[in-house]
C-alpha cells in the first residue's frame, strides 16, 4: 500500500516538474507567456516542403534566437542549411515587430512551410491564419490561403504587412519561395 503510494505521489511529482520547469533560457513557456517561436530548417521534402527541426517557443526573443542557433551548431555540416540568423520572421501583429514571432532559420532560395505544423506554446492554435507582416533577409516571401501553396497569394517584402491583400490572419502556408 505504501510502495503504491509512493508511486503515485513520485508520477504526480515528476509530471507537474515537467509542466512548469523552466524552459532553456529560464523561462517558463505556457501559451500565455509565449513571445517568440523558432525553428531551423534542415532541407527540402521532394514536394518542396521546408523539413524543420527544433521548434519551440519561448516568453522571450532573446531564448528563441539563442535555442535556434543551439539547433544549428548541433546539425551535421554537410545536411545543416545553417544562416547566422533568422532569414524570415512571421508577426501576427499589423506590423512588423508587433505581437508574437515566429523565427525561420533556412537559406533564401525555394522551399515553404505549412503554418499548420506550428503549435503556439503547445497549441491547439497554430500560425495558419495568424501571420500579419513579415521581415526578411530574402528578396520576397509569398503567402498562400490554403496549405502546400495552392489558392490565391500576395508576395511581401521585407518590413511589409498583410494588410489589405485578403491573406491578412488568412494563410494556411508561406512560399519562401524567396526570389
Known sequence: MHRRRLALLL?????????????EAGA???RESVVACSV????LKPSGEIITTGYK????DRA?????????????PSKARAVAGPTVTYWDGNTPGS???????YTCGSGYLNFD??????????????????????SYVSFYYSPNLIGSHVN??????LVGTGLNNNSASSGIAYG
Open 40 to 43: 531551423v530548417g534542415t532541407g
Open 28 to 30: 517558463e513557456t505556457t
Open 99 to 105: 505581437g508574437h514571432r515566429l523565427y525561420v532559420f
Open 156 to 161: 511581401r517584402t521585407n518590413g511589409q504587412s
Open 117 to 138: 505544423g506550428f503549435a503556439i506554446g503547445g497549441g491547439p492554435a497554430t500560425w495558419r491564419n495568424r501571420a500579419s507582416s513579415v521581415n526578411t533577409t530574402c
Open 64 to 76: 528563441a534566437l539563442d535555442h535556434a542557433a543551439s539547433i544549428q551548431r548541433s546539425l551535421d
Open 11 to 23: 508520477a504526480v511529482a515528476t509530471s507537474l516538474t515537467a509542466l512548469i520547469a523552466p524552459t
Open 57 to 60: 517557443c519561448f516568453d522571450n
